[in-house]
């Protein structure tokens, strides 16, 4: 076994983990079963809209019960956690298999938005979330005025 030394500097710039995840999922993707492959952080999408702003987070595995979601001091955590246990007796053996998964996001959310109304959906593996902006945060329509 060959030990990989970093350079902490060249660490410290650059995240690694989602590039080594790739990379060893990739080698080994032929062998890993889709539980086993090892855990990345999920992509989002934000939006802005005139009045709120939409997250779209791709968590695909997952139960709406698995997902813990708040806002403190004006930043966003997205977290989920699952655990499974499968267990199977036979009379010549005993197999139980562990599976754990998790990841945390957090956001900083500007003083536009009203934290107190936000609300979130899960369906077809993407957690929805609607965040509202402030009714003075939101875009007037334009007007015209006249000169006299």
């Known amino acids: 076994m060959t030990l990989l030394?970093?350079?902490?500097?060249?660490?410290?710039?650059?995240?690694?983990?989602?590039?080594?995840?790739?990379?060893?999922?990739e080698i080994y993707g032929d062998i890993l079963t889709p539980e086993t492959k090892l855990n990345t952080l999920p992509g989002v999408n934000i939006k802005e809209e005139n009045d709120k702003f939409i997250i779209a987070l791709a968590a695909p595995g997952l139960s709406k019960e698995d997902f813990k979601i708040s806002i403190e001091n004006d930043v966003l955590t997205i977290s989920a956690e699952k655990k499974e246990e499968v267990s199977?007796?036979?009379?010549?053996?005993?197999?139980?298999?562990?599976?754990?998964?998790?990841?945390?996001?957090?956001?900083?959310?500007?003083?536009?938005?009203?934290?107190?109304?936000?609300?979130?959906?899960?369906?077809?593996?993407?957690?929805?979330?609607?965040?509202?902006?402030?009714?003075?945060?939101?875009?007037?329509?334009?007007?015209e005025v006249k000169v006299s």
């Open 88 to 143: 199977e007796v036979k009379p010549h053996y005993k197999r139980k298999e562990f599976s754990y998964s998790n990841f945390k996001r957090s956001f900083n959310l500007p003083e536009t938005v009203n934290t107190e109304d936000v609300n979130a959906s899960y369906e077809n593996g993407v957690l929805a979330l609607n965040i509202p902006k402030k009714s003075e945060a939101k875009q007037k329509s334009a007007f």
């Open 5 to 25: 030394k970093l350079n902490n500097r060249l660490a410290k710039q650059f995240d690694t983990r989602p590039m080594l995840t790739d990379f060893l999922n």
